[in-house]
């Protein structure tokens, strides 16, 4: 198989279209397209749908897309290692976070990253989207809770509980009657619900009626600091402010455990960029809890 055809192929695929992986490749698209067209016909596969607007991946493209374009980076990485004569992590890392922890944590963790390997050039996005790694061009992927996908594998590198804390000044209503609560994202309404937690090994519930609803739980926070009402929020946020008496902690909330997970695509030999992350956030997270979290964001 020619492997500068294939090579091109790649360059298309990711790219979406002939005209855009000119554009960032510098290459002439006539070229690109030629050499496409001679892998299809040695393959004797169609590995492109050619719309009037679009470019799209057959089935037997995205496969070959999927088992080589991770096969390339790594042969273009070990073969600008050996012409640099070591073994330094070198190329672009993209890495998709989720919101509350890119915002709590990865401005700081990228910068120390960056400054650790400078040959790396490390891009960030945040979106708490599922996302397609190998259609996207993503390297890594943070995600909490993620769904099990066969195509990824990965591993938990810190863990966090949800716990239910309120503003001091907050009394607990006696009778039944209806504790004001902030939501992150939910709707008002003028029902009351239930919430259900944990209280030194005991279960209680409390019937709550929510009255501010945000976008943030950064936000969230702040609006309980305020007393506008209780809230439900992860132990790593609230931690200093437990410690300092700004707020108190009414109980555990019951429910699954929060895993954050890095995922990267499932495959026999690991990019060297993304084992220097995996590395880094081992040594950041050494213990993977939410007090190492919230000292983290703090220090």
Same mark, same amino acid.
Do not use: C
């Given at each position: ?8 192929? =790649? ?5 979406? %279209? ?6 960032? !490749?510098? #290459?002439?698209?006539? =070229? ?6 001679? *892998?299809?016909?040695? /393959?004797?596969?169609? *590995? ?12 037997? %493209?995205? +496969? ?6 991770? *096969? ?9 290692? $050996?012409?640099?004569?070591? &073994?330094?992590?070198?190329?672009? /890392? ?19 990253? +960056? ?9 960030? =996005?945040?979106?708490? #989207? ?6 996207? %061009?993503? &390297? ?10 066969? !195509? @990824?594998?990965?591993? $938990?590198? /810190?863990? &966090? ?14 009778g039944g009657a209806p504790v004001p609560v902030v939501l992150r994202g939910g709707a008002i309404g003028e029902q009351t619900d239930v919430w259900e937690f944990t209280e030194k090994g005991k279960k209680k519930r409390l019937t709550v009626q929510s009255v501010l609803s945000l976008a943030s739980l950064f936000m969230v926070r702040d609006a309980v600091r305020a007393n506008v009402g209780a809230a439900r929020l992860p132990?790593? @946020?609230? $931690?200093?402010? *437990?410690? +300092?008496?700004? @707020? ?17 695509? !499932? ?7 993304? !084992? ?20 983290? $964001?703090?220090?």
């Amino acid at each position: 198989m020619d492997l500068l055809a294939l090579a091109d192929f =790649t360059l298309v695929a990711r790219h979406g %279209g002939f005209g855009r992986a000119s554009r960032e !490749s510098g #290459r002439p698209k006539a =070229t690109l397209s030629r050499r496409v067209a001679d *892998l299809e016909s040695g /393959l004797n596969l169609r *590995l492109f749908e050619r719309g009037a607007r679009a470019l799209k991946l057959t089935e037997e %493209g995205r +496969a070959l897309f999927e088992r080589t374009s991770v *096969l390339l980076v790594e042969l273009d990485e070990a073969t600008a290692a $050996i012409a640099s004569g070591g &073994d330094e992590p070198r190329g672009r /890392l993209r890495v998709s976070a989720p919101l509350l922890f890119s915002q709590a944590a990865m401005g700081k963790l990228a910068a120390q990253f +960056a400054m650790k390997h400078r040959a790396i050039r490390l891009e960030v =996005t945040t979106e708490d #989207r599922p996302v397609d790694m190998v259609e996207e %061009g993503y &390297d890594l992927v943070i995600r909490v809770n993620p769904a099990p996908d066969e !195509s @990824l594998v990965g591993r $938990i590198f /810190l863990r &966090d509980r949800i716990v239910m804390v309120a503003h001091p000044g907050l009394p607990r209503p006696a009778g039944g009657a209806p504790v004001p609560v902030v939501l992150r994202g939910g709707a008002i309404g003028e029902q009351t619900d239930v919430w259900e937690f944990t209280e030194k090994g005991k279960k209680k519930r409390l019937t709550v009626q929510s009255v501010l609803s945000l976008a943030s739980l950064f936000m969230v926070r702040d609006a309980v600091r305020a007393n506008v009402g209780a809230a439900r929020l992860p132990l790593s @946020l609230v $931690i200093p402010d *437990l410690a +300092a008496g700004t @707020l108190v902690q009414w109980g555990e909330v019951s429910g699954p455990e929060v895993a954050l997970w890095a995922l990267y695509p !499932s495959r026999r030999l690991l990019s060297a960029r993304v !084992s220097a992350f995996l590395d880094f956030l081992k040594e950041a997270f050494p213990e993977g809890t939410p007090d190492e979290l919230a000292a983290y $964001i703090s220090g």
